[in-house]
């Protein structure tokens, strides 16, 4: 029996929000101004006036914009090497340690940027479906690659992952709105299964 499993990654395996984590480690002084200077945009966003890409977007290149591909990729690794597995769920970690490599496939599938959670997909041995980051020249545009990937757009990156592959069950897990189609789509869904 061939299964899918489909991971939101903040929130349902994490216990935060890796963003915000990702950047403070990036340039924790350049995060404490561009966040006081993002504070009235966060608080239209909580009111629903503000367009959630929108405000990712800004704030993120405030931070990452300019900065090299490698420098990126450098600072994610070691990211990952001081956070794993703490900011892991242990309930989330247990399960996926224990699936059943020849009989599933797992998608790791994120609004955050790809660049900090590579390795993380990496060591779950899952495919990641993330928010890409736009590189020119190796250097960090401070854009995306295509929509920001949450909501609809994560039901759309996880069909066009899967194209013409047959599952017996797929089974999603996920923590919030963003989620919703994710989970409606599967057979079997899990909200706030590891909380």
């Not at 503000?50 to 914009?65: G, P, T």
């Not at 955050?112 to 545009?141: H, Q, Y």
Request: net charge positive.
């Amino acid at each position: 029996m061939k299964k899918l499993y489909c991971f939101d990654f903040d929130g349902t395996i994490t216990y935060s929000d890796t963003m915000f984590l990702f950047l403070k480690h990036y340039n924790a002084s350049k995060f404490y101004f561009q966040f006081a200077k993002h504070v009235p945009l966060f608080i239209l966003l909580r009111l629903g006036l503000m367009d959630a890409e929108r405000v990712k977007k800004s704030f993120i290149s405030s931070i990452l914009k300019g900065e090299t591909k490698s420098r990126i990729g450098e600072q994610a690794q070691k990211f990952f090497d001081e956070n794993y597995p703490k900011i892991i769920r242990q309930n989330a970690l247990d399960f996926i340690q224990n699936r059943d490599l020849e009989k599933t496939e797992s998608l790791l599938i994120t609004a955050s940027l790809d660049i900090w959670t590579k390795p993380f997909a990496e060591k779950f041995g899952m495919k990641l479906l993330a928010t890409r980051a736009e590189f020119k020249n190796e250097v960090f545009t401070g854009n995306f690659i295509g929509p920001n990937c949450n909501g609809e757009e994560k039901l759309t990156r996880i069909k066009e992952e899967v194209q013409g592959r047959k599952y017996d069950k797929i089974i999603a897990f996920g923590d919030t709105d963003g989620d919703r189609p994710m989970l409606n789509w599967a057979n079997e869904c899990h909200f706030r299964f590891f909380h």
